[in-house]
């Protein structure tokens, strides 16, 4: 059974860095074809992808903040880290890790709970 | 990079109705595409992938259909339970996976 969860803090003033942790089960992100993304949802709006990272390390990131985020990721924790640095209030937005499925088509096949990141003063 | 573009926007429909979603690539993605259905504060659950085929466990009144450039998901006859936001994603450029803007389905 795969599962992940989403971590870090809930309330981050401008111009700080977000560091989110994806922590998960059920599978290895050392297995081929594997791997886990991130996607992020603005309140009321539309899922944005953001950066999702395979299990021989390549990194892929969403061009738009690509100069921001950094992913990185801990097969012997079991966890995904993504970093975004000087937030601004419009990267408030509910963040969701996910399991990426190199053998299905490159599909988000399982999903975190997500975790609500508000930026503000 | 690809975009992705869905219509409706929104759409009402009642219980029993077909219902047809569209997605359109600005380039070809082959058939890289794959639908995902969100309901109100929960996270996207996967209904299709590679276009056409339908993830485990989801309810065959759901089809995919395409490739190349357009793209429809269909719900063959809508039950009280498929009320929710449809999201399209392109899998095919593999330096950027991104999302269609969404389809709302409310009751009418």
């Known amino acids: 059974q795969i599962t992940l969860k989403e971590s870090g803090p809930t309330l981050v003033k401008p111009t700080q860095t977000l560091t989110l942790t994806c922590t998960f089960s059920?599978?290895?992100?050392?297995?081929?074809?594997?791997?886990v993304g991130w996607i992020r949802q603005p309140p009321g709006r539309a899922l944005e992808w953001l950066a999702h990272i395979y299990w021989n390390d390549d990194r892929y990131y969403s061009p738009s903040l690509k100069s921001r985020l950094t992913i990185t990721k801990d097969t012997s924790k079991n966890q995904v880290v993504l970093t975004m640095t000087n937030l601004d209030p419009v990267d408030t937005a509910t963040y969701y890790c996910a399991h990426l499925n190199g053998n299905m088509y490159h599909s988000f096949d399982h999903w975190g709970q997500g975790a609500l990141v508000t930026v503000s003063p | 990079d690809i975009q992705m573009t869905q219509s409706p926007s929104s759409l009402s429909a009642s219980v029993g109705d077909r219902v047809t979603i569209t997605c359109r690539a600005s380039?070809?993605?082959?058939?890289?595409l794959n639908w995902y259905q969100q309901k109100p504060g929960r996270a996207p659950k996967l209904l299709i992938y590679?276009?056409?085929s339908l993830q485990s466990g989801v309810p065959s009144r759901f089809s995919g259909s395409g490739s190349g450039t357009d793209f429809t998901l269909t719900i063959s006859s809508l039950q009280p339970e498929d009320f929710a936001t449809y999201y399209c994603q392109q899998s095919s450029d593999a330096l950027v996976y991104n999302f269609g803007q969404g389809t709302k389905l409310e009751i009418k």
């Open positions: 380039q070809s993605v082959r058939t890289y």
């Open positions: 590679a276009a056409s």
């Open positions: 059920g599978f290895s992100l050392t297995t081929t074809g594997v791997g």
